[in-house]
């Protein structure tokens, strides 16, 4: 089954084009990798599948579904952007996120909280920039949703808190088969987490597969970037 | 590469080459070499893929083959365990010698020393 289905969609802001007749189709209960270099239009493509913006052409299906609030409720979308109440608790945070979302799971919240080393009792103004990527990514993962959207999960953010998303992905993964799709640089440290990978560049796919056999192929992920990219 | 030791199997992933593959291999050598016993049990799947920080379907797809191969026996709600049939150990480290056979002749092959030469540098060799 597909979770993400895009066919020649268009989206421009003014004379800039975001997204150039993409054409994708993401399969269910995998982690894809969506790749590419700044400005290629991954941030835009998530957008357009939570709603958040409207192409100006073509098809977008989401879990079998145009976007629309109604799917969402099938989705966690975690943005390239996060505002907190500072005066929260971690706890807090979690328990205002169990209040806000329907499907929020408590158990799985504060099991990752546990494994990705934040403490309960901590404020969230007193918490690095790694760890608050941690709280927002719990905040997602918690989620009973079948379709979770990671843009750039680990930008700018210290490596132990790199690893620990890493790990906090893969037990979310381990335990509910959901569909993944993230956006990330750091191909490195992410590339061994991918079913499939999707390489965008200026706002279409320009090469797209099956991570084992791209290995087989044409070797790491991050040869391959480095040599569509350089 | 870095080395990650799970549960006594240590693992060097090559992030060039099909990652369920390098997981095969790496648990045959353990069980050839006898760092794994017969009859022991392996980490689970989610352990494996958690603590190598890879998809759990590589380390499934892994599983599949060693359970297919007769190497592991997987017993409901307790585990992945390796085979108790020592023959099956033993087929496994010849398979595994075949291999290393082959590389050496490949070697030996593009030096342009022939079987005879081999041979006789084999039976000079210092064996341990």
């Known amino acids: 089954?597909?979770?993400?289905?895009?066919?020649?969609?268009?989206?421009?802001?003014?004379?800039?084009?975001?997204?150039?007749?993409?054409?994708?189709?993401?399969?269910?209960?995998?982690?894809?990798?969506?790749?590419?270099?700044?400005?290629?239009?991954?941030?835009?493509?998530?957008k357009t599948l939570v709603g958040l913006t409207r192409p100006n052409q073509g098809d977008i299906t989401v879990l079998g579904q145009k976007p629309s609030w109604k799917v969402n409720r099938q989705v966690a979308y975690?943005?390239?952007?996060?505002?907190?109440?500072?005066?929260?608790?971690?706890?807090?945070?979690?328990?205002?996120?169990?209040?806000?979302?329907?499907?929020?799971?408590?158990d799985k919240a504060q099991e990752l909280v546990l494994s990705l080393g934040l403490a309960n009792d901590a404020s969230v103004g007193s918490l690095s920039k790694g760890q608050k990527a941690r709280l927002q990514l719990i905040l997602c993962l918690a989620r009973d949703v079948q379709l979770l959207l990671l843009d750039e999960p680990f930008s700018g953010i210290d490596m132990v808190s790199r690893e620990k998303i890493i790990e906090g992905i893969i037990q979310t993964f381990s335990n509910n088969k959901q569909t993944?799709?993230?956006?990330?640089?750091?191909?490195?440290?992410?590339?061994?987490?991918?079913?499939q990978v999707?390489?965008?560049?200026?706002?279409?796919?320009?090469?797209?597969?099956?991570?084992?056999?791209?290995?087989?192929?044409?070797?790491?992920?991050?040869?391959?970037?480095?040599?569509?990219?350089? | 590469?870095?080395?990650?030791?799970?549960?006594?199997?240590?693992?060097?992933?090559?992030?060039?080459?099909?990652?369920w593959e390098q997981v095969l291999h790496q648990i045959r050598g353990a069980v050839a070499r006898g760092?794994?016993?017969?009859?022991?049990?392996?980490?689970?799947?989610?352990?494996?893929?958690?603590?190598?920080?890879i998809n759990p379907n590589?380390?499934?797809?892994?599983?599949?083959?060693?359970?297919?191969?007769?190497?592991?026996?997987?017993?409901r709600g307790q585990g992945t365990f390796i085979t108790a049939s020592q023959p099956k150990i033993t087929?496994?480290?010849?398979?595994?010698?075949?291999?290393?056979?082959?590389?050496?002749?490949?070697?030996?092959?593009?030096?342009?020393?022939?079987?005879?030469?081999?041979?006789?540098l084999l039976e000079e060799a210092v064996w341990q």
């Open chain 2, 91 to 120: 087929e496994i480290k010849i398979s595994l010698a075949r291999e290393a056979v082959q590389e050496l002749i490949h070697a030996m092959n593009n030096l342009g020393v022939d079987k005879k030469a081999a041979l006789t």
């Open chain 1, 1 to 46: 089954m597909t979770a993400v289905d895009m066919q020649n969609v268009i989206k421009k802001y003014g004379s800039t084009v975001a997204l150039d007749s993409l054409t994708l189709s993401i399969p269910e209960g995998q982690i894809t990798g969506v790749l590419g270099p700044n400005g290629a239009g991954k941030s835009t493509f998530f």
């Open chain 2, 35 to 53: 760092e794994l016993r017969a009859g022991e049990k392996i980490p689970s799947l989610r352990e494996l893929a958690g603590q190598l920080r």
């Open chain 2, 58 to 75: 590589t380390v499934m797809r892994a599983y599949q083959e060693l359970e297919r191969d007769g190497l592991t026996e997987t017993r």
């Open chain 1, 198 to 230: 999707i390489f965008m560049d200026q706002g279409r796919v320009i090469m797209a597969g099956e991570v084992e056999t791209l290995r087989q192929e044409r070797g790491s992920i991050e040869n391959i970037y480095r040599g569509l990219f350089q």
């Open chain 1, 78 to 106: 975690l943005a390239d952007q996060c505002r907190w109440y500072e005066y929260h608790t971690v706890r807090e945070a979690v328990e205002y996120g169990h209040a806000v979302f329907p499907d929020f799971n408590m």
């Open chain 2, 1 to 19: 590469m870095e080395v990650i030791d799970v549960a006594g199997i240590r693992f060097a992933l090559d992030l060039s080459q099909p990652l």
């Open chain 1, 180 to 195: 993944i799709i993230i956006s990330t640089h750091e191909i490195h440290q992410a590339e061994s987490l991918f079913d």
